[in-house]
Structures are given as C-alpha cells and as structure tokens.
C-alpha cells in the first residue's frame, strides 16, 4: 500500500508558475514510476509527466517544454515544475506511483489557471 499527499495547487495567472510536490509513504527508490495525472472538469483522467526510477521520464504533448517532472528519491517526493500555464492547464492534479503491480493515486490538488 502507498500514500501520496500532494501539495502546491492554487489559482495562478496565465503565463504564471507553479510547482507541486508530493510525499509517499514509502522508500521512494522501491517505487517503479511516479508522476502526475490530470483530470479537467468533464473530462477523462489524462497523463502529464511520468519519471521511473531510473530517471526516464514521458510528458503529454501539451505539456512539453513548459513542464518538468522531477524525483527525489531521498525525499520520497516527487515533483512537477509547470511554467507557461495556460487557462487550459486547469484541472485537479493527481499524484501517480506504480508500485508492484498496482497504481496508486493521491486525492488530488486543484490548479486553476486565470486569463
């Protein structure tokens, strides 16, 4: 089993920046892959930004060259720098973490991206 508590969501102007975090509750190196999801007010759960354990990471189209995703596996945390946010960029942002066999999610932290 593995919790995740995200932090760092808000309401940002576009343009803006923001960067959340967020702490499993277990070692961070025995986790495979850990990263972020989205989900927009009537739309399905989308991937973001993915990073394994060996520093690989995978980015949606729409986010590339604005978003960063980073781990710290000393922290057990994970990361998401996200600069040049779009009004469209609103959405709860969800932790992810794969973990043996099962996916994990956190319960989610809004961002909410003003024009």
């Known amino acids: 089993q593995v919790q995740l508590v995200e932090s760092g969501g808000g309401l940002v102007q576009a343009g803006g920046s923001l960067r959340l975090s967020c702490a499993a509750s277990?070692?961070?190196?025995?986790?495979?892959?850990m990263g972020w999801y989205r989900q927009a007010p009537g739309k399905q759960r989308e991937l973001v930004a993915v990073?394994?354990?060996?520093?690989?990471?995978n980015y949606a189209d729409s986010v590339k060259g604005r978003f960063t995703v980073s781990r710290d596996n000393a922290m057990n945390t994970v990361y998401l720098r996200m600069n040049s946010l779009k009004p469209e960029d609103t959405a709860v942002y969800y932790c992810?973490?794969?973990?043996?066999?099962?996916?994990?999610y956190g319960q989610g932290t809004q961002v909410t991206v003003s024009s």
């Open positions: 990073i394994t354990s060996g520093g690989s990471t």
């Open positions: 992810y973490a794969r973990h043996t066999l099962y996916d994990y």
């Open positions: 277990i070692r961070a190196f025995s986790i495979n892959t």
